[in-house]
């Protein structure tokens, strides 16, 4: 989210914006009541649909002073399942958005009117790095199969504030028709470009700005956007219209656009960071002139990371940061002496040291890939939201981000891999692509010697390997739980992947703050019931930790493409001694499904009156096209089958009796 802070001094300029808040609610309210919308019992374009929006509308009205989004919807209930439609969330960030002016209302089938009486509540969605995201909760009355429920509210962004912003047509219900309307900024003291970009609109559907400066759209029949497993982020595949504004006048040419942003961000981070002199002195307290080079950069790598990350913290009260008394931070020396900063400078921070160090260093300015696949083409500088330093090692390069807690030296956090980003130096136009790790680097490790009792259950030591970014996101999620809760968050990890009622209780006290080592579980695990008899003999499944394959892909069609997060591995090993006396009739063959950047291999060896059962799933790709979804879910099928086949035993003459 790009912010412009236009100050009060503009409130002069700004008393010319006639179209107030007030002004532009009377524009949006409550629509007449409509014979055939209540008499509509489907939507032929929705077949089945619970419910669909027959009209949405949005105006924006970008003043800078009282600057204001005002939004109304209109939903058909068609299905039971549809009345869960009458509960509300409306998203706003707390601090500089708000929501205000809720209005709504229920139309029973019959036209009878139900006014929304009651008062809408705060409820916290999410929060991070220094962001708090609420939602106004609010559920209307009376709905019923056949209703219409209306609503209507403003969104107010901070005063003198300016944000970009978006159309989002896509919903999870088709919409019949809607129409959106946004009155740009005018600037008296400071001039601002508003551009604007778009993504699937339907056919017909395009913005256009008339004589009085207003962006007008309306758009139809828009299909309802539907939500799979594996697919990449929702904001990169709805159909959308993105407005960005820009200080000053915009740049038409797309190297021009970017080698304008470069040299500026190139400009602000070596102010930030030319504090050499200091950086030399802190580097001679980190490493050893004698050391190598590699030694050296995870030495500064590491003493960076032990720096206190204000990113990461709990958000403070204004009372708290007051008592505090931290000051923001100019430069890299500010940062080293007072020992904090937030995510960003603590990047900008190794950046300083390695290159004092003598290393060939440059920061780069990229695009999470969380919420949107960046592409200049779009120049949308706003998009290139996190910084990663590169380091030029014995003629390769190295992308690394110390700013990111728990992140392993030579890793990247998952959604700053595979992204493209800009270098950033004197020519102000060097685009690079970091890299994206091998399956391999990131693993989940399974090895166990476990004992079959005579009554088939199965019990012994378990110990999991958590690597790479396995081992990274379970320390950045637990890391401000108490051991109590991080040994059940462990322990609940392993019976979840078993499939079937199992323990496994916590032995050891795994290491939770380094970025470097794995994070090691033992257990002590106890499967009940693990062998299930057939006649005389006894089966025994021949994999245990397959929970995570049951369910994936199953569906015969797909809309969407498949993304991973990050490639990743895992890995079972796990020896199963029997009872005595025990004989093993048959096992079943190995298997090799080799889909190049999917493969699973699973095996089952006997020897000396124990079974060793090894398994392990490489997931080495991170976008699939939508058209080999049919291979990919063979292969997952194919896995399923695996996973199911039994070891079949002779028990001794005690249990065949029994």
């Given at each position: 989210m790009?912010?412009?802070?236009?100050?009060?001094?503009?409130?002069v300029?700004?008393?010319?914006?006639?179209?107030?808040?007030?002004?532009?609610?009377a524009?949006?309210?409550?629509?007449?009541?409509?014979p055939?919308?209540?008499?509509?019992?489907?939507e032929?374009?929705?077949?089945?649909?619970?419910?669909i929006?027959?009209?949405?509308?949005?105006?924006?009205?970008?003043?800078?002073?009282?600057?204001?989004e005002d939004?109304?919807f209109?939903?058909?209930?068609?299905?039971?399942?549809?009345?869960k439609?009458?509960?509300v969330e409306?998203?706003?960030?707390?601090?500089?958005?708000?929501?205000?002016?809720?209005?709504?209302?229920?139309?029973?089938?019959d036209g009878?009117?139900?006014?929304f009486?009651?008062?809408?509540?705060?409820?916290?969605l999410?929060?991070?790095?220094?962001?708090?995201?609420?939602?106004k909760?609010?559920?209307?009355?009376?709905?019923?199969?056949?209703?219409?429920?209306?609503?209507?509210?403003?969104?107010?962004?901070?005063?003198?504030?300016?944000?970009?912003?978006?159309w989002?047509l896509?919903?999870?219900l088709?919409?019949?028709?809607?129409?959106?309307?946004?009155?740009?900024?005018?600037?008296?003291y400071?001039?601002?470009?508003?551009?604007?970009?778009?993504?699937?609109?339907?056919?017909?559907?395009?913005?256009k700005?008339?004589?009085?400066?207003?962006?007008?759209?309306?758009?139809?029949?828009?299909p309802?956007?539907?939500l799979e497993?594996?697919?990449?982020p929702?904001?990169?595949?709805?159909?959308?219209?993105?407005?960005?504004?820009?200080?000053?006048?915009?740049?038409?040419?797309?190297?021009?656009?970017?080698?304008?942003?470069?040299?500026?961000?190139?400009?602000?981070?070596?102010?930030f960071?030319?504090?050499?002199?200091?950086?030399e002195?802190?580097?001679?307290?980190?490493?050893?002139?004698s050391?190598?080079?590699?030694v050296?950069?995870?030495?500064?790598y590491?003493?960076v990371?032990?720096i206190?990350?204000t990113?990461?913290?709990l958000?403070?009260?204004?009372?708290?940061?007051?008592?505090?008394?931290e000051?923001p931070?100019?430069?890299?020396?500010?940062?080293?002496?007072?020992?904090?900063?937030n995510?960003f400078?603590?990047?900008?921070?190794?950046l300083?040291?390695?290159?004092?160090a003598?290393?060939?260093?440059y920061?780069?300015w990229?695009?999470?890939?969380?919420?949107?696949?960046?592409?200049?083409v779009?120049?949308q500088?706003?998009k290139l939201?996190?910084?990663?330093v590169?380091?030029?090692?014995?003629?390769?390069?190295?992308?690394?981000?110390?700013?990111?807690?728990f992140?392993?030296f030579?890793?990247?956090?998952?959604?700053?891999?595979?992204?493209?980003?800009?270098?950033?130096d004197?020519?102000?136009?060097t685009?690079?692509?970091?890299?994206?790790?091998?399956a391999?680097?990131?693993?989940?490790?399974?090895?166990?010697?476990?004992?079959?009792?005579?009554?088939?259950?199965?019990?012994?030591?378990?110990?999991?390997t958590?690597?790479?970014?396995?081992?990274?996101?379970?320390?950045?999620?637990?890391?401000?739980?108490?051991?109590?809760?991080?040994?059940?968050?462990?322990?609940?990890?392993v019976?979840?992947?078993?499939?079937?009622?199992?323990?496994?209780e916590?032995?050891?006290?795994p290491?939770w703050?380094s970025?470097?080592?794995?994070l090691?579980?033992e257990?002590?695990?106890?499967?009940p019931?693990?062998a299930?008899?057939?006649?005389?003999?006894?089966?025994?499944?021949?994999?245990?930790?397959?929970?995570g394959?049951?369910?994936?892909?199953?569906?015969?069609?797909?809309?969407?493409?498949?993304?991973?997060?990050?490639?990743?591995?895992k890995?079972?090993?796990?020896?199963?001694?029997?009872?005595?006396?025990?004989?093993v009739?048959?096992?079943?063959?190995?298997?090799d499904l080799?889909g190049?950047?999917v493969?699973?291999?699973?095996?089952?060896?006997?020897?000396?009156?124990?079974?060793r059962?090894t398994?392990?799933?490489?997931?080495?790709?991170?976008?699939?096209?939508?058209?080999y979804y049919?291979?990919?879910?063979?292969?997952?099928?194919?896995?399923?089958?695996?996973?199911?086949?039994q070891?079949?035993v002779?028990?001794?003459?005690?249990?065949?009796?029994?």
């Amino acid at each position: 989210m790009t912010v412009f802070r236009l100050g009060k001094w503009l409130a002069v300029g700004l008393a010319i914006c006639t179209w107030t808040a007030q002004e532009a609610k009377a524009g949006i309210g409550f629509q007449p009541v409509s014979p055939d919308e209540l008499q509509l019992k489907s939507e032929p374009q929705a077949p089945g649909a619970p419910a669909i929006v027959l009209f949405r509308q949005v105006d924006r009205d970008d003043n800078g002073r009282t600057s204001h989004e005002d939004n109304y919807f209109r939903i058909k209930i068609l299905t039971e399942e549809g009345r869960k439609y009458g509960n509300v969330e409306v998203p706003f960030l707390k601090g500089i958005q708000n929501v205000i002016g809720v209005r709504a209302r229920t139309i029973r089938p019959d036209g009878s009117i139900v006014e929304f009486a009651g008062q809408a509540f705060d409820k916290e969605l999410v929060k991070g790095r220094g962001l708090k995201y609420l939602a106004k909760t609010f559920t209307l009355p009376d709905v019923q199969v056949g209703s219409i429920i209306e609503y209507y509210y403003t969104t107010d962004l901070g005063e003198y504030m300016l944000f970009d912003s978006h159309w989002i047509l896509s919903d999870e219900l088709f919409t019949k028709k809607a129409r959106f309307s946004l009155k740009p900024y005018t600037g008296t003291y400071r001039t601002f470009t508003l551009r604007w970009s778009w993504h699937g609109l339907p056919p017909g559907a395009e913005p256009k700005q008339g004589p009085d400066r207003i962006v007008r759209m309306e758009a139809g029949n828009i299909p309802a956007f539907l939500l799979e497993d594996y697919m990449p982020p929702p904001n990169e595949l709805k159909s959308r219209v993105d407005f960005i504004y820009e200080e000053g006048f915009a740049e038409k040419d797309e190297d021009s656009y970017w080698r304008k942003i470069g040299k500026r961000r190139n400009g602000e981070l070596e102010s930030f960071i030319g504090k050499r002199k200091a950086m030399e002195q802190a580097v001679a307290q980190i490493v050893s002139p004698s050391g190598s080079q590699d030694v050296k950069l995870r030495k500064i790598y590491d003493r960076v990371q032990q720096i206190r990350n204000t990113s990461y913290e709990l958000q403070k009260t204004a009372q708290e940061e007051k008592r505090a008394k931290e000051k923001p931070l100019d430069n890299v020396e500010e940062v080293w002496k007072k020992g904090y900063g937030n995510s960003f400078q603590l990047t900008w921070l190794y950046l300083a040291l390695v290159r004092a160090a003598g290393f060939e260093a440059y920061g780069c300015w990229v695009s999470d890939r969380r919420e949107y696949f960046f592409s200049k083409v779009t120049m949308q500088s706003a998009k290139l939201d996190t910084n990663v330093v590169l380091v030029k090692l014995n003629g390769k390069d190295l992308y690394l981000d110390p700013g990111v807690p728990f992140t392993p030296f030579g890793l990247l956090p998952w959604s700053e891999t595979a992204v493209a980003g800009l270098r950033l130096d004197n020519d102000g136009e060097t685009w690079i692509k970091t890299t994206l790790p091998e399956a391999s680097e990131s693993k989940i490790e399974r090895v166990g010697n476990l004992k079959l009792s005579d009554s088939g259950d199965l019990e012994g030591k378990l110990t999991v390997t958590y690597t790479g970014l396995e081992a990274m996101y379970h320390r950045m999620n637990e890391r401000r739980a108490d051991e109590v809760a991080r040994k059940k968050f462990l322990e609940e990890r392993v019976t979840a992947q078993i499939g079937v009622p199992a323990e496994a209780e916590l032995t050891n006290k795994p290491d939770w703050t380094s970025s470097e080592t794995p994070l090691v579980a033992e257990y002590i695990l106890k499967i009940p019931g693990w062998a299930s008899n057939a006649g005389k003999r006894v089966l025994l499944p021949a994999a245990i930790f397959t929970a995570g394959e049951k369910g994936v892909f199953e569906h015969a069609n797909r809309v969407q493409p498949i993304y991973f997060d990050y490639p990743y591995q895992k890995a079972d090993d796990i020896t199963v001694e029997l009872p005595a006396g025990w004989q093993v009739s048959s096992v079943p063959p190995a298997q090799d499904l080799n889909g190049k950047v999917v493969v699973y291999n699973a095996k089952v060896e006997q020897s000396h009156g124990s079974l060793r059962l090894t398994r392990k799933l490489t997931i080495d790709v991170l976008l699939v096209d939508q058209k080999y979804y049919p291979a990919l879910r063979n292969f997952f099928q194919a896995v399923r089958t695996s996973d199911g086949v039994q070891i079949v035993v002779q028990p001794g003459e005690i249990h065949a009796s029994n």
